[in-house]
């Protein structure tokens, strides 16, 4: 079994929440499966493609909503497969027919906010209340894939 991310292909969102960024996107993949199937003398191939959803939040103390997030692109750290994996069917029989797939990716996230130099060549916050504003989050909707 092989999997294939497409990074070029990947959909993400990142939003800043107090102390916390978050990441959450989509990841295309092509899962390649050569099997036995039951009366075969030769193995068959299934090739299916989807796109993987991903989430995760990263601690950042100090960062705030009004503050602009930097990202490269994502990178692939590893990939993890397992075919038969056991899962209940429909009919509530077990059986192992899943794969089981994990994309561990990486990133480097860099928090930056506006700042001015006051006259003393001190740094100041352009808005130093900035984590006290109250806005309604928005709601983004990740293209389909």
């Known amino acids: 079994m092989s999997v294939v991310p497409n990074l070029a292909g990947v959909t993400r969102n990142t939003r800043i929440l ?30 299916l493609t989807a796109s ?4 995760e939040h990263t601690d950042f103390p100090g960062a705030c909503p009004e503050d602009m997030v930097v990202e490269p692109p994502l990178t ?10 056991p899962v209940i069917g429909t009919t509530g029989l077990v059986t ?22 006051d006259s003393h060549g001190g740094i100041c916050d352009v808005n130093e209340r900035r984590c006290e504003t109250t806005t309604t989050p928005t709601t983004d909707t990740l293209p389909a894939p």
């Open 18 to 47: 107090r102390d916390k960024v978050v990441n959450i996107g989509l990841i295309p993949v092509t899962i390649t499966v050569t099997f036995l199937a039951p009366g075969a003398a030769t193995p068959a191939t299934a090739v």
């Open 52 to 55: 993987l959803p991903f989430q």
């Open 76 to 85: 692939i750290e590893g990939i993890f497969a397992q075919p038969g994996v």
């Open 96 to 117: 192992a027919d899943a794969i089981l797939v994990k994309i561990v990716l990486r990133t480097t996230i860099t928090v930056t906010r506006q700042v001015i130099v």
